[in-house]
Each structure stands twice: as C-alpha cells, then as structure tokens.
C-alpha cells in the first residue's frame, strides 16, 4: 500500500505527520481550544512547530491543563517556576504574554462574549481555502485579526503568528492541492 500524498512540511518527522494527518487544519470552534492553539502558536514564534509539538505535554503540565481561569492567577513565583522548566519554551516575554493573554481571554466571558465565535467572526464565519500552492505568511486577514486582539489585550499575536494559528484551527485551509487532506478538512 503506497503512502498518502502529504504537505512537504509534514514529512520531516512522524510527530509531525501525525500533527497534520489528524489535527493541522481541522476546523475548531470550541474557544478555550482556539486561546490554547494560539498560545502555542506564540511560543513558537521564531521557532520550528516540531519544537512545540514535542513539548505539548509539558506545556500542558505547567499550565495548569490550559485552564484559562487557572493561568490567569499565576503571579511572579509561577513566572519563575515556568522559567525553571525544561518542558516548556523558557522564554519569559512569552510566559508573560500567556499569563495575560488568559486574562484578555476571560475578559470575552466578563463582556458575555464567545472568544471563538468573535475570532471566527473575524475570519468570515467559515474556512478560507488556499490556492495550494503558495502559502503566504501572513494576509489582510490575519493583519486585521492581529490588531483586533493586541485591541483587547493580546500580545504576541502579530499577524504571522495569527496567521499561523489560522491555518492550525481550521480558519483556513492551506494543505497542497496534492495533499490528501485538503477535501477531507
């Protein structure tokens, strides 16, 4: 039996195809899983995506399971201690950025907003669908998403970033036209 054809990306590791085959793309709507995504997508900025996926658990584990309600509490001891674990990308800006970014997410419930449908909203309401073969690195809409959540308090959500966290999340789909998943999300 031949392998299925793969976005050239995701051939590099079997962490990474198992990344794309199941998850890359997928449509998510659930919100405290859009803030999760897109806190990762921050911890990778200027870093490969295999480097997050391989330390997903221990993100997991220091942040309190994503619980937004959670890390939103961590104060100057919890920096530390995050600063401290090697599971993690040790990078205090970005610690910091997620610490208050799960605020600025518990801010949408306090105004009796849905993160996911506001940030959906923002991206037309249904998945974009790329050409399949070129993938810019940002776009108007990834711009205009950017800005909308540095306006409520985000940080580390440039427009690269968010475009990335786009196309993790479904917003768009950018697997290549031979890619066996690009009809399936």
């Known amino acids: 039996m031949t392998e299925p054809t793969r976005c050239r990306w995701s051939q590099s590791n079997p962490l ?37 996926l391989k330390k997903r658990d221990g993100f997991h584990a220091a942040f309190a399971g994503w619980d937004p309600v959670r890390v939103a509490a961590f104060g100057p001891d919890d920096v530390e201690r995050l600063m401290a674990d090697p599971g993690i990308v040790r990078a205090r800006a970005k610690i910091e950025a997620a610490i208050g970014n799960a605020r600025a997410y518990l801010a949408f419930a306090e105004r009796g907003e849905d993160f996911g449908d506001w940030a959906w909203s923002l991206a037309g309401g249904a998945p974009m669908r790329g050409d399949g073969e070129s993938v810019p690195a940002k ?10 959540l540095k306006a409520r308090g985000f940080k580390f959500v440039g427009p690269v970033i968010v475009y990335a966290w786009m196309q993790a999340v479904g917003m768009v789909n950018d697997h290549a036209e031979n890619c066996f998943r690009r009809d399936q999300v």
């Open 16 to 52: 990474d195809t198992v990344y794309h085959d199941t998850e890359w793309g997928v449509p998510v709507r659930e919100s405290r899983l859009l803030w999760e995504t897109l806190m990762l997508e921050g911890f990778q900025a200027g870093l490969s995506w295999s480097t997050i």
């Open 139 to 148: 776009t108007a809409t990834s711009e205009a998403i950017s800005k909308a």
